[in-house]
């Protein structure tokens, strides 16, 4: 059961305006985020500093370019190097893969910020 208040706090991702209460998380339609509310002010603000490969501070939205050459579970080919990714989006990732984004050719993935340098 969904229920929406005007009392519930911004996403701490995004910022988005719109969280909603699901059991007992807070869900962000705007970016996926879900959070526990007991736990957003003890999280901090939730501005983690991402670098790209060279030390560039990324931001969502960017567009960023492969530096190397990627291999690709269940593709021939995998993502050459000099492949542009445009409108990233931070997140907390799994195993340091922070950046979720669409690939052409490859679809939706997530990508490290060490193997991308900002454009």
């Given at each position: ?39 957003e ?5 939730g ?59 490859f679809?939706?993935?997530?990508l ?8």
């Open positions: 059961m969904c229920v929406m208040s005007e009392n519930l706090p911004p996403c701490p991702k995004c910022s988005g305006a719109y969280a909603y209460e699901m059991g007992a998380l807070l869900l962000c339609p705007e970016c996926g985020h879900e959070w526990s509310p007991s736990e002010p003890a999280g901090g603000t501005t983690e500093v991402i670098k790209d490969a060279v030390g560039n501070v990324l931001a969502d939205g960017d567009t960023v370019t492969v530096v190397k050459t990627l291999k690709v579970k269940g593709s021939p080919t995998g993502i050459k190097a000099g492949t542009k990714v445009r409108n990233i989006r931070l997140v907390d990732g799994v195993d340091g893969h922070d950046i979720d984004c669409k690939v052409d050719g679809g939706a993935m997530q490290k910020s060490s193997v991308v340098k900002k454009v």
